[in-house]
């Protein structure tokens, strides 16, 4: 589930890396803090080809 976060993949990435970056230390935590679906969120923004980066903790 993805509500309370921008719809538009591209608005998305930047609220999802910038939350990365400034309060969680990876994308589960980040997920689970949400309430955010991990798959949903990784297919929504591989549509504009960004995938998880583990060691960057970034959607690259």
Do not use: G, H, W
């Amino acid at each position: 589930m993805l509500n309370n976060v921008p719809s538009d993949p591209v608005m998305l990435l930047s609220v999802i890396n910038t939350k990365l970056r400034d309060f969680y230390p990876n994308l589960d935590e980040l997920c689970m803090e949400m309430k955010l679906s991990r798959q949903e969120l990784e297919e929504k923004l591989a549509s504009i080809d960004y995938e998880y980066d583990a060691q960057r903790n970034q959607f690259v």
